[in-house]
């Protein structure tokens, strides 16, 4: 070869070299791509002389694997329900429930007195006013796809895909560089399986996963007696029983037991909605498809099942062969409680002068197999709630109980033992024996204590207990009365009675019925000054002088005057008689204020107001003290009234000791109290021969004291004032002073004051001081 011929050649390969490389670095057109994404060529073309990857992508999913996607357009009601304007129709309230009650509920409401829904109608209570399809539910595999249906691709693997299709009405979907797939009619558990198989002819070792999106809607129609007819576009996965709880059932009249689904002029499908509702049954409901149309008829017949029964309603009949079988079968059967032995069924006759009848028969065999008719009512009663062999034991007994009767059987057998008559409450105070011993050792908590003494066991009455026996012949009640203790002292006397079925044993404690008290348990407290204080068991007829011996006597310091004596029965007196005063005072402030208001009349306006807010002051003032009246706590204490100068014991008076009565025996006091209108409120030492003046000059009386109204609270608990000692206007002033005495003295009834006006003298502190218990400290608590 020549040498020019030689540098040709060589020029040639050098520019083909050359324009290979240009066709190389220039990006493709993008109708070259058929819709695929194209390469980022920003990546510099010489560095890489790898083959360009392939990738199919539209879009991204965002959607759950095998999860159906349903979003309606915002220009469209796909997916909504559609409703006439008179969707809610009269019979529905506000709320969407039913408030309208067929001509049967009426007759039902107005035969037996009851108010009885339609069985099956609260199914469709709470049914939405519009239908959304559902959202994100997974898609069966069995489910038929077809145009409208989206389905979301993605793949990896030596091309990658992320492609969003829907089916087009001719059943394909076009995937770019793959070409058309064809799908309506494959079932969406076969989805997969295609596409892989259209994607691996072009393409290997590519991994491919289907899920759906969006799936078509259908529109159904709800005509008949519905409670919402119209048109609904609803989901392709609907079902009949999604459908009707969307159209919100059948109206009152529409039946619930022949719903049916008519497609392309024939009946596709019938559903017995009491099959579903009561036994969970959907063999008859089917997937609807695009036009189906759902008839709700006109119900058959309606019978009313009342009485004792699990789920008393209305129900609908399906044919006339439906029986009282099939009938309890949809209310549950019958429930223990009911008695098969009587039923009654009223039946409706129109042919007859008087319609209405009634049958009775039993729940056998013969029974159940009737045949039931439009507008019966169905009563089952309820068996008696009488035992026919039992004999029962009550009161104070350690817990009550029904125990079966046997041929022979005695008081003796009921209760076997004494143990038999420890009660709860007892038990559980003598397991509670240790509570409260972490306290501070406190008096209070020493008196709780010693109030607990002799309180573990509830006192039986041994004497009287009561058997009571029913006569059924004449349905008259026998009391056959018997001594407890003498059953067990003496199990073969006469008090152990022999026993009949339906006897009720009664046994009673000393509190159920009071026995007398040489028969009653007596605990005495006896506190303070003597030589062993403590808690005493106490015999019939022991007095104070009793206890005081068995307490050892008094010591050296023992101050009779103001020993205390208390009665639980007295405080309890005391109570109810303080909360009757408390009410007349209020009485009595009210009737107050009715004339001060009478009053302002004649005032001016000015002064009227300066009066009335007075007034208001003092009304509150007064009832803040009513309130704290109210509060106040009586002692029970009972007041000997001795002798100031008495010094023996045995001048106490004779009184015969109760269960749970307390003596207290103090030691003298040094001091006198004085309060009320004082420059001074103080406890001054007391000194023999004083008297209330001396006193009064110590705390310096007040210019607003009412001297002659003073009182003085005794240490013996009685009251002593002017009055009640029937001397002459203010000689109280010469009255001698005990230790422990209080003297009070009151302002005067001139000065308009919320303490003057409330208390209305001294005379009714006095009366209250005296008669209710109360002490120095309660006088001081309503004055604050």
Not at 220 to 243: F, M, N
Not at 293 to 298: A, C, E, K, L
Not at 434 to 459: C, D, Q, V, Y
Not at 655 to 661: I, P, R, S, Y
């Amino acid at each position: 070869m020549s040498k020019f011929s030689l540098r040709a050649a060589l020029a040639f390969a050098i520019s083909a070299i050359a324009a290979i490389a240009s066709a190389q670095e220039t990006p493709p057109r993008a109708d070259e791509m058929f819709g695929q994404e194209i390469p980022n060529t920003a990546v510099n073309a010489a560095a890489s002389t790898e083959p360009r990857r392939i990738s199919i992508i539209n879009g991204s999913s965002g959607v759950a694997n095998g999860a159906a996607r349903q979003v309606p357009s915002p220009t469209s009601n796909r997916g909504m329900a559609t409703l006439p304007a008179t969707a809610l129709s009269a019979e529905s309230g506000q709320d969407g429930k039913d408030k309208t009650r067929t001509e049967f509920q009426k007759f039902i409401l107005d035969s037996v007195g009851q108010d009885l829904p339609i069985f099956g109608a609260n199914f469709f209570a709470n049914a939405p006013s519009t239908f959304s399809p559902i959202a994100n539910a997974p898609v069966p595999s069995e489910y038929v796809l077809g145009p409208g249906d989206e389905l979301l691709i993605r793949g990896w693997g030596t091309i990658d895909i992320d492609f969003r299709a829907t089916i087009d009405r001719n059943g394909t979907i076009s995937i770019p560089t793959i070409g058309s797939v064809v799908l309506a009619g494959e079932k969406a558990g076969d989805a997969d399986k295609i596409i892989r198989s259209a994607v691996a002819k072009l393409y290997k070792g590519v991994t491919v996963s289907v899920n759906f999106g969006q799936l078509r809607a259908i529109t159904v129609y709800v005509v008949g007696q519905a409670k919402r007819p119209g048109t609904y576009t609803v989901s392709s996965l609907s079902t009949l029983v999604t459908a009707l709880l969307s159209s919100g059932g059948p109206n009152a009249n529409g039946s619930m037991r022949r719903v049916q689904v008519k497609r392309a002029g024939r009946v596709a499908a019938e559903l017995d909605l009491y099959a579903f509702i009561a036994k969970g049954d959907k063999s008859s409901d089917i997937k609807l498809l695009d036009g189906d149309t759902i008839v709700i008829p006109s119900a058959g017949g309606f019978v009313a099942l009342v009485g004792k029964v699990d789920a008393p309603a209305i129900y609908e009949i399906k044919t006339t062969g439906d029986t009282i079988e099939s009938l309890l079968d949809l209310a549950g059967g019958l429930p223990v409680v009911a008695d098969p032995r009587r039923a009654f069924l009223e039946r409706i006759d129109q042919s007859r002068n008087q319609p209405r009848s009634v049958e009775q028969f039993a729940l056998n065999s013969e029974g159940l197999k009737r045949s039931l008719k439009n507008g019966d009512v169905l009563n089952i009663t309820s068996i008696t709630p009488d035992f026919s062999n039992a004999v029962v034991l009550r009161g104070n007994v350690d817990q009550a109980i029904r125990v079966p009767f046997k041929p022979g059987m005695r008081v003796s057998d009921l209760i076997p033992s004494r143990e038999y008559l420890i009660t709860r409450e007892s038990t559980k105070r003598q397991n509670n024996v240790l509570a409260g011993e972490s306290e501070e050792n406190t008096p209070e908590a020493t008196g709780k204590i010693a109030s607990r003494i002799g309180n573990l066991i509830a006192p039986i009455n041994w004497e009287y207990a009561v058997v009571e026996r029913v006569n059924r012949s004449d349905l008259t009640v026998q009391l056959i009365p018997f001594n407890l203790g003498e059953v067990f002292n003496k199990p073969g006397g006469a008090d152990n009675i022999q026993l009949q079925p339906g006897d009720t044993v009664t046994i009673f404690s000393q509190d159920d019925v009071a026995v007398p008290m040489d028969k009653r348990q007596v605990f005495v407290r006896v506190e303070g000054e003597v030589k062993v204080p403590g808690v005493y068991q106490m015999t019939a007829g022991d007095t104070l002088q009793s206890l005081i011996a068995k307490a050892g006597g008094p010591t050296g310091n023992a101050y009779l005057f103001g020993t205390g004596f208390f009665r639980e029965e007295v405080r309890k007196t005391q109570a109810e008689n303080l909360q009757r005063a408390a009410d007349r005072l209020e009485t009595q402030l009210r009737g107050e204020q009715a004339r001060q208001l009478a009053n302002l009349r004649g005032m001016s306006s000015a002064e009227a107001a300066a009066m009335t807010a007075q007034f208001e002051i003092e009304r509150r003032t007064a009832e803040a003290r009513i309130a704290r009246l109210r509060k106040l706590q009586s002692s029970g204490r009972i007041a000997f009234g001795l002798d100031p100068n008495e010094r023996s014991f045995a001048r106490l008076p004779q009184v015969t000791l109760h269960n749970g009565d307390r003596l207290v025996v103090p030691s003298k006091p040094a001091f006198v109290h004085i309060f009320g209108a004082v420059n001074v409120e103080a406890s001054p030492l007391w000194k023999p021969n004083t008297r209330v003046k001396d006193y009064l000059k110590l705390a310096g009386a007040t210019t607003e004291a009412d001297v002659d109204n003073v009182f003085v609270l005794r240490v013996d608990g009685t009251v002593v004032s002017s009055e009640s000692q029937g001397w002459f206007f203010g000689k109280i002033g010469g009255f001698e002073i005990m230790p422990g005495d209080t003297i009070v003295v009151p302002e005067k009834l001139d000065k308009q004051t919320a303490w003057t006006k409330f208390t209305q003298g001294a005379r009714e502190w006095t009366q209250i001081l005296a008669n209710f218990g109360l002490g120095a400290a309660a006088v001081k608590t309503l004055r604050d």
